[in-house]
DNA sequence: GAGTTTCTTGGACAACTGTCAAGAAAATCT
DNA sequence: AGATTTTCTTGACAGTTGTCCAAGAAACTC
């Protein structure tokens, strides 16, 4: 709240702005491939263009930086489902598209996703992540509700489970898939879409 | 003279795993308050009677002293829900109690839970825990298929989804209670409740 | 009780961490 | 052009980390 958002407050802002999101862009490369605990911010600034010291004149400290980039990995995940949520024609395509596509992000985005969930388990231990891990926790809930709102109006059938439990039950699944999956298990995969598309139709009154 | 130094050897070996144990015991306390980022060989020794250096005379390394501590809780974890299946008289009942347990679990050993789950992560990231990681795992997933596999009895009828996604749902359900109870939010252990009571007759045929 | 093995301590080490400040370099302004 | 502000580098700092080791304490054998 002092010098940087001074900083910020004069001029160039946008410049500024593309910076810090350069520099966390660098981060997020670095943190999903060796992870939260052994990331340091010296190796951050080498896998970027400039200097470990750069990383304090864009960023308070360590955490803001990690903040920042929790927050720029939300803006990546937030609207990547909802295209299959637009282009949907019939229940069971929504309910294929979906587990396909949640196939898809854990096979091709999987170290970004290790990621979050080793961040997410940092919020369980310390407090000043909380915050940000539940709002985008929250949009992810919200997005997987889309999901599931949708696949009902489709049916033509309510829903009987509530939007944070809908969201836990594909999370979990999504979790245990990605741990079998980079264990190098084959059937990762295949569970992960069977399992998506037994656990859809569940969730709708029979 | 065989048996003699077998009486030594084993005694010397009963006092050696004795001793590990022990260690592994502080070392679970310091790291389910800390959390694997942040939990190092001094702050373990010192949270126990002995020293730092003691530590590597007991264990390699201190990948080889996570690893133990993980094995050791996975002991403790095994046969803790299989009372409820003993006792089962009724789905339904199996079903309350279920729900009732993993909500204190989630109340009472919270931050042992957010430790395994943090080394569950860690898998995701170093290779050399994955083998571990993957046992345990395995074992909860039988004690969750335990509990499935009864109350479909106790139901007569059959279950829908295999043992990995049924234990991949509850445990999504799990986790996200543990987050939302961390937080402080006074609804998390309820929600447990009601998710895991709305979830479980839906992995039977209907 | 002497001798041997087992156990424990505490310190030393080199590497690494986040942080910061002084100044070089570059960009901008007058 | 020079002056000034913004950006970036470099090196240093104090602290922590995992690891190792010599030396002493303790337990045990004979």
Chains 1, 2 share one sequence.
């Not at 720029?72 to 949907?88: F, G, M, N, P, S």
Request: aromatic share 10%; hydrophobic share 40%.
């Amino acid at each position: 709240m002092t010098e940087v958002t001074d900083r910020i407050s004069r001029r160039q802002v946008d410049k500024f702005a593309e910076r810090r999101a350069q520099l966390a862009t660098s981060a997020l490369r670095t943190l999903s491939e060796l992870g939260y605990a052994r990331t340091s911010l010296r190796e951050i600034a080498q896998n970027s263009d400039f200097s470990h010291g750069v990383l304090h004149y864009y960023f308070r400290d360590k955490v803001e930086l990690i903040t920042y980039c929790v927050k720029l990995y939300k803006a990546e995940c937030v609207t990547r489902y909802d295209q299959i949520v637009a282009t949907a024609r019939s229940a069971d395509q929504l309910r294929v598209d979906f587990s396909q596509a949640l196939a898809t992000t854990c096979d091709e985005d999987g170290s970004m996703h290790r990621l979050w969930y080793d961040l997410r388990n940092q919020a369980l231990f310390e407090r000043s992540f909380r915050e940000d891990v539940l709002e985008i926790d929250k949009t992810l809930e919200l997005m997987i509700w889309r999901i599931v709102s949708t696949y009902a109006d489709l049916s033509a059938a309510t829903i009987t489970v509530s939007r944070s439990t809908a969201y836990a039950l594909f999370d979990g699944l999504f979790q245990q898939a990605l741990l079998r999956h980079l264990s190098g298990e084959p059937k990762a995969l295949d569970d992960l879409r069977e399992g998506v598309e037994q656990t859809l139709p569940k969730l709708l009154l029979p």
